[in-house]
Each structure stands twice: as structure tokens, then as C-alpha cells.
């Protein structure tokens, strides 16, 4: 008899496991994203943790609600957005949430001007995110040391307030750069006890950020000749080692010029193009980057002129 | 006497779930919902007092639901209504009104007849409650009649 129930039981993981079709989703989350095997490790077992967890609750083993407040921490471009995306669906799928929407804020959105303006401002945001996952990105920019009538301590606690209820079904994550992050922990401990999983997301290495150009321009149906592939290597090192390289989403700034390169040699170029020349990247459309001409006196800015600014790369698929 | 105005008033008070599901509703219609609340009842009262600012751009009912037990929070032994309004040109109207709270006691009303010229009559109701002063009317400690 006891058998019989443990028997059903084991049915119901692999059946619980196929309904929730939280397996698609780590799939694509394993096709789209290059590398950061550990961030995907992670999320695989907290995946598998919440499915066990909704089982034990539903044979009536607990009753408390697992915390699931995360903490991602990386440098910018490492896929923090895109993974918090996917997180989102994964616990819609497991029925953490109750709709896979993910509302992104900063400080800016969420601490006021002036008193009374904050508390207003945080809620709203907040009840917009709710029932769903409430991205804040850069949070170590809600405590401010220097200043301690700062009115981001205000909108520390009402998060807190909120987090610690997990009554409406809001899941928060906070992201940032990681010793600003563990700063800010260290600062709040409030904060520290209330969010349960703890992801860091490395820096890409130049194979990985290769892979991802080529996958990216794959998407928009461009390809690499083998010359413009080792120029491109080349542009990736040189990058890299300037102060603002943003990872995939320097990447993906790059691909977005070298394009307009692209269109423009074949616009001021002679002749009829042919559709493999508008597919066609060269090697010169890469080696035309600024970060070849180290001129004496012009500042390394990696961007040529009028190139988005480092407010403008910022972008949610960075993927 | 209980209080009927808006959807649902002759049915018996609706649940905290069926509410959910009703602004959930309001909701994927895209209404914006807002919280009124009064202790001035009468049927021609359409105007009661906001509680907070009307709800835009909201994905889930739980965030009503928060403003909705905020409400009920300061205001125990108040009526609370939620409105759903239908900002669709041509419509342009509140779509779905309705009670989530009434008071614990609510009196009634009493018919107050006014003698006009020749011996006609005009009626008036109102409300035992509205004898006293606003915010006194239905004090938190009247749990029911008093016998």
C-alpha cells in the first residue's frame, strides 16, 4: 500500500516536470546564451529545486513558500537581463509567479525627488511588478553612504517590507557589478538574509564573445569571410582592453557598425551587388573601427563619433 | 438594511478570491481600476471619495488587491467599492462597479415625507447613519444592532 503511493509519486516528478515544460525553456536558455555554464548549473537546480519543492507541498511535506529573491551579480553585457527573462518563465512555469512579465527599474524609477515622493514612486513600480519578477538593475545605487538623509534608504524598506511578505507573489532580483553588490550587502544585511540565491555571471572569454557575434549575425542572416573573422579577433582584443567594453553588448554595438560599414561599402561601391555581397562581411568593414587607429593624441574611446553613449548601449537583449 | 449599488449587490459579499478574479477581469479587458470608499450611503451617492490615485498599467490583480486591503486597513467600517472604467472611445465609462466591504452594522434608511402645496407628498430617504457627522457614522467598535 505504502509502495503503491510512493510508486504514484515518483510518476508525478516526471509528469510535474513535462507539464511545467520548464525543460524548454532551459533548453533555450542553453541554445541562445554562449557559456556561463555556472549561471546555467545554477539555475538548473534551482529549477529543480522549486519543482521538488511545489511537490513536497502539494503531498503536504511544508508550507512555507521558498524564498526566491536573487542576486545577480556580473559586469555589464554578461547576460543579467536576458537570464532574469528566462528565470521569469521558468517560474511562471513552475507557478512561482503568476505571469511571466519582468518589469526593469533603477534608481531612478523607484526613489523620489523630494519627501513624500519616494514611497509613492517605489509602490508604484512595485504594483506594477507584482505578480511577476521585479528586475532592479545597479541596486547598490539605492544606498547611497555619503548621505544619510538619502531617500533610497526609504525605498530599501519598503522592498524589504515587500519581500519579506511575498504575499503578492513578487519575485525581486537585484543586479550589479559584483563588488558593489557584496558593498551593498554588506551595508544592508536586511537585504543580505532576504535573497536566497546568489548568481555571478563571469566575463566572457574572447572564444565565447566570437561565438556570439557569429550567432548574432547568423540571426540577421550576415556571414563572416575567414579574413574578416581573424580581423574581428583582432577588434575583440583590442576592445577589450578599453575601459568601457561591455561584453555581449559591446559585441553587439560593434555588429550594429560594422553593418552600417557593410551597407556603406556596398552603397559606394561600383557595380551590382550580388545577395552573397549583402550577406557578406569583409574583412574592411571591421579593420575601418576606431579602435585601429590608435592616432597619437585622440583619446581611446572605442566609439566612433556619434556612436551611442555608454547610456545608450544599455539594452535588453544583450543576447 | 443592506446597501445594494453596483454589480453583485444582491448577491451575497464576495470572496477576497472571487474579487481577485473579478478586477482580474477588469484587468485583461484593460480597465484601470480604482478604490473608492464612503460612509455616506445613499442610492443616488455615485461620488464617493477616491482612495489613492486610479490604477494604470497594472499586469496583475494582486496590486489591486494590496490597495483594496490598504483601504480596508484605514477604513474598517466603511463601504468600499472597486470600479473598473472602460476608457474605450464610444463606451468612455465605468464597466463594472462593485462593493467589497460594507459596514458590519448598516442600519437602513428612513422615508421622510414633505408636505407640498395641495396636499401632495414628497418622499425623501436617508440614511439612519448620516445623522452623525462624517467618520462617525459607522464607528469601528459596532460589530451589529445593539439589542
Not at chain 2, 477581469?25 to 486610479?54: I, K
Request: charged share 30%.
Amino acid at each position: 500500500m505504502d509502495h503503491a503511493r510512493i510508486d504514484g509519486e515518483l510518476l508525478d516528478i516526471a509528469q510535474a516536470f513535462k507539464d511545467s515544460s520548464v525543460q524548454e525553456v532551459l533548453d533555450e536558455l542553453d541554445h541562445q546564451l554562449v557559456g556561463l555554464q555556472e549561471v546555467k548549473t545554477r539555475i538548473r537546480e534551482i529549477a529543480a529545486f522549486l519543482l521538488v519543492d511545489r511537490l513536497r507541498r502539494e503531498v503536504g511535506l511544508t508550507a512555507e513558500r521558498p524564498v526566491l529573491h536573487m542576486c545577480f551579480t556580473g559586469r555589464p553585457g554578461t547576460g543579467k537581463t536576458t537570464v532574469a527573462m528566462r528565470m521569469a518563465q521558468i517560474l511562471h512555469r513552475l507557478g512561482y509567479i503568476r505571469r511571466d512579465h519582468l518589469v526593469v527599474a533603477t534608481r531612478d524609477d523607484l526613489v523620489g525627488q523630494y519627501v513624500g515622493h519616494t514611497a509613492p514612486k517605489t509602490k508604484d513600480v512595485l504594483k506594477k511588478a507584482m505578480g511577476g519578477l521585479l528586475f532592479i538593475d545597479e541596486a547598490y545605487y539605492l544606498y547611497r553612504r555619503e548621505n544619510e538623509r538619502d531617500y533610497g534608504q526609504e525605498t530599501i524598506e519598503i522592498l524589504l517590507q515587500v519581500m519579506e511578505q511575498q504575499r503578492e507573489g513578487l519575485v525581486v532580483i537585484l543586479a550589479g557589478y559584483k563588488e558593489r553588490m557584496d558593498e551593498f550587502f554588506r551595508s544592508n544585511p536586511g537585504m543580505r538574509s532576504r535573497v536566497a540565491h546568489h548568481l555571478d555571471f563571469p566575463d566572457f572569454t574572447p572564444d565565447e564573445l566570437e561565438q556570439i557575434a557569429e550567432m548574432m549575425l547568423g540571426q540577421q542572416m550576415y556571414f563572416f569571410t575567414q579574413p574578416a573573422r581573424e580581423a574581428f579577433r583582432a577588434y575583440l582584443t583590442r576592445r577589450m582592453a578599453l575601459p568601457d567594453f561591455a561584453n555581449a553588448r559591446s559585441v553587439r554595438n560593434a555588429i550594429d557598425r560594422i553593418k552600417l560599414r557593410h551597407a556603406n561599402r556596398i552603397y559606394s561601391g561600383s557595380g551590382p551587388a550580388t545577395r552573397e555581397d549583402l550577406a557578406r562581411i569583409d574583412a574592411t568593414d571591421i579593420l575601418k573601427s576606431r579602435v585601429f587607429q590608435d592616432l597619437p593624441g585622440d583619446p581611446p574611446s572605442g566609439e566612433p563619433a556619434g556612436a551611442p553613449s555608454r547610456v545608450g548601449e544599455r539594452g535588453k537583449n544583450a543576447i | 438594511m443592506r446597501v445594494t449599488q453596483g454589480t453583485f449587490s444582491f448577491l451575497p459579499d464576495l470572496t477576497d478570491e472571487q474579487i481577485r478574479k473579478q478586477v482580474g477581469y477588469c484587468l485583461t479587458n484593460g480597465w484601470p481600476v480604482n478604490v473608492e470608499f464612503t460612509d455616506d450611503p445613499h442610492p443616488r451617492n455615485a461620488y464617493w471619495e477616491m482612495w489613492e490615485l486610479p490604477m494604470f498599467d497594472l499586469a496583475d490583480p494582486a496590486a489591486i488587491m494590496f490597495e483594496i486591503n490598504a483601504c480596508r486597513k484605514a477604513c474598517p467600517n466603511h463601504y468600499i467599492k472597486v470600479n473598473g472604467y472602460d476608457a474605450a472611445k464610444g463606451r468612455e465609462t465605468v464597466a463594472l462597479s462593485f462593493i467589497v466591504q460594507r459596514p458590519k452594522h448598516e442600519p437602513g434608511f428612513r422615508l421622510a415625507r414633505q408636505e407640498g402645496p395641495g396636499r401632495s407628498i414628497r418622499y425623501a430617504v436617508e440614511s439612519y447613519a448620516t445623522g452623525k457627522p462624517e467618520g462617525e457614522r459607522y464607528p469601528e467598535s459596532e460589530t451589529g444592532p445593539r439589542r
